[in-house]
């Protein structure tokens, strides 16, 4: 799991042309529900280590935010081979986090 935000470092093409797993996260450091959700997040990325997770800094005009239509944050968004399986806005208890890796690993 990664741990912090960092800057855009790849598009929407890029995204799409991903041929595994992997968990977009979209928000800022000083965002107090982003920090809020790590407690829920960590122990489940735990439990899939072949996700790749991408904690990307979002904010206004921000193009793959945009991209993914991203209004809240933390917004999670869980893509299969770049198809968008889920996504979380604001998750608030581990049991969602859980349904959305379950979706995305297709065990569910």
Do not use: N
């Amino acid at each position: 799991m990664q741990t912090t935000y960092t800057a855009e470092t790849f598009d929407r093409a890029a995204v799409e042309q991903h041929k595994g797993l992997q968990v977009l996260e979209f928000g800022t450091g000083w965002c107090g529900h982003c920090q809020a959700a790590q407690r829920l997040l960590a122990p489940v990325f735990a439990e899939y280590p072949q996700v790749e997770h991408h904690k990307i800094e979002d904010g206004p005009g921000r193009p793959l935010g945009r991209a993914f239509r991203v209004k809240l944050w933390p917004t999670l968004v869980f893509l299969r081979k770049g198809q968008e399986v889920a996504r979380l806005v604001r998750p608030g208890d581990v049991g969602q986090v859980e349904e959305a890796f379950e979706q995305l690993a297709g065990e569910g």
